[in-house]
């Protein structure tokens, strides 16, 4: 089975600089997707950004992006200029790209921005 | 609003006893996916129904059941229910049956507190 994890239980930054979460995953096959989602105190789930596991580009959507290293099954997120409304849980999640089966998702990170 | 609905918000019920849980999914969506999030198992897949058929199970206990009704939405049943059921339950759809080509949109969830 598929497993993701994520390091850091709780990260903390300034208001306007640069934070990274961590996550990496294991997993025996090629084709694949990965997963940020943010989880703000209203409990929404809001899908932040999507990695195809076979674009060896790194998914970019205006102020997050992320480094996505296959080889070594790594996959973290970068906010930056980060703002008080990044203040969230942020989950990792892994799909298999043909299966039926729903997300895997990491055990979360709680991020908090420092005003 | 990710035009995903679930009903109730909030239940609060006693042990042994039985809830239904209701999702609709996005207008076009045919598939229905449902999570639980709680505090020990973090989140976690349980059923996928795509066009009325379950597609996939993920660790949904037997006291737990699913369906997808033909006018597409769908109800989580939980019986006998535990403390340890006590979690925040959410369904999200998509267009088809992948979960990884296809973005999921999470509905906003229905709390459950089992006393």
């Known amino acids: 089975a598929q497993t993701v994890t994520q390091s850091q239980p709780e990260m903390s930054v300034q208001e306007a600089e640069t934070v990274t979460l961590s996550c990496t995953y294991d997993t025996s096959e090629s084709d694949y997707y990965l997963f940020w989602y943010k989880q703000p105190p209203s409990r929404q789930m809001i899908l932040v950004i999507r990695?195809?596991?076979?674009?060896?580009q790194n998914a970019t959507e205006n102020r997050f992006s992320v480094n996505f290293q296959k080889a070594a099954k790594s996959f973290s997120l970068k906010i930056s200029d980060s703002q008080l409304g990044d203040a969230a849980m942020y989950f990792c999640?892994?799909?298999?790209?043909?299966?039926?089966?729903?997300?895997?998702f990491g055990k979360g990170t709680h991020l908090i921005i420092q005003p | 609003d990710s035009g995903v609905t679930q009903t109730p918000k909030h239940l609060i019920t006693a042990t042994g006893q039985r809830v239904t849980l209701r999702c609709s999914p996005r207008?076009?969506?045919?598939?229905v996916y449902w999570y639980q999030q709680s505090l020990d198992q973090g989140l976690q897949f349980l059923i996928h129904?795509?066009?009325?058929?379950?597609?996939a199970k993920g660790n949904i206990l037997e006291r737990f059941s699913a369906q997808q009704f033909p006018d597409l939405h769908s109800e989580l049943n939980l019986s006998s229910l535990e403390l340890g059921d006590s979690a925040l339950y959410f369904c999200a759809s998509s267009v088809e049956g992948q979960a990884g080509r296809n973005e999921q949109f999470f509905g906003p969830g229905t709390r459950l507190t089992v006393l």
């Open positions: 129904y795509y066009n009325g058929e379950e597609r």
């Open positions: 207008s076009g969506d045919l598939s």
């Open positions: 999640a892994y799909h298999s790209g043909g299966g039926a089966d729903g997300l895997t």
């Open positions: 990695q195809e596991a076979y674009k060896q």
